[in-house]
């Protein structure tokens, strides 16, 4: 079956330092592969995707790309703001049916 | 307005009673599912609709039972509570896109049951 295994938390950092979540996973086929965020009391937001292998997701200054042959999906952001304090899901979605497997979710928080 | 909207955002009940979460949305997806979040579980998928004459069961659909009423509303219910369905839950809608499937939250009901 398909599955997600994520850096498990938390997480603090300093603000401008550096950030990387890792995520690997486990499918029967060729996923579609996800970034989540939930900040505080709310739903969970796309972050970025990739659908391809070597295809890079970007937004907000996050990225992660799309590795088959280590099959890893790992989010980075190079300088961190306190806004990026949160709780990110890492997830799958298999091509069959499109139903999403998540991670079990980090929790980042960045201090001043 | 946001596109998917929950109704209630917090309830309290107590063991035994009869809960129903209420989905809507406005993005026109004919996709909609039902996940809970637990603490260090992540989320968990309890049921999901393909299109209004479709229900499908998730991996946790154990205490609980769905009802497509419309392509826009789909409903979550707990036909007698316990204290262990006591989590966050979430609905998503999603349209296929190219090769893929990207899912869109509301914003939560959390469930507490005494």
């Known amino acids: 079956g398909n599955s997600v295994t994520q850096m498990e938390g938390p997480v603090t950092l300093s603000e401008e330092a550096f950030l990387t979540i890792n995520c690997t996973y486990t499918a029967t086929g060729y996923p579609s592969l996800f970034w989540y965020v939930q900040y505080p009391g709310e739903g969970l937001q796309l972050l970025l995707k990739?659908?391809?292998?070597?295809d890079k997701g970007s937004n907000k200054g996050f990225e992660a790309t799309y590795r088959k042959e280590t099959t890893s999906f790992h989010l980075e952001k190079g300088s961190v703001q306190v806004s990026d304090s949160a709780v990110y899901f890492c997830a799958l979605s298999d091509r069959g049916d499109y139903k999403l497997s998540f991670g079990a979710g980090t929790t980042v928080t960045v201090r001043a | 307005d946001a596109d998917v909207t929950q109704t209630p955002r917090n309830r309290i009940t107590k063991t035994g009673k009869r809960i129903m979460l209420e989905c809507s949305q406005t993005?026109?997806?004919?996709?909609m599912y039902w996940y809970r979040q637990d603490p260090g579980l992540g989320l968990r998928l309890i049921y999901y609709?393909?299109?209004?004459?479709?229900?499908n069961k998730g991996e946790i659909s154990d205490g609980y039972s769905v009802s497509r009423q419309a392509q826009a509303k789909f409903s979550l219910s707990l036909e007698s509570a316990i204290p262990n369905q006591t989590a966050l839950y979430f609905c998503?809608?999603?349209?296929?896109?190219?090769?893929?499937?990207?899912?869109?939250f509301g914003p939560g009901t959390r469930l507490t049951v005494l």
């Open positions: 609709s393909f299109d209004v004459k479709d229900i």
């Open positions: 998503a809608t999603s349209v296929i896109q190219g090769k893929s499937d990207t899912q869109y």
């Open positions: 990739a659908t391809k292998a070597d």
């Open positions: 993005k026109g997806h004919d996709r």
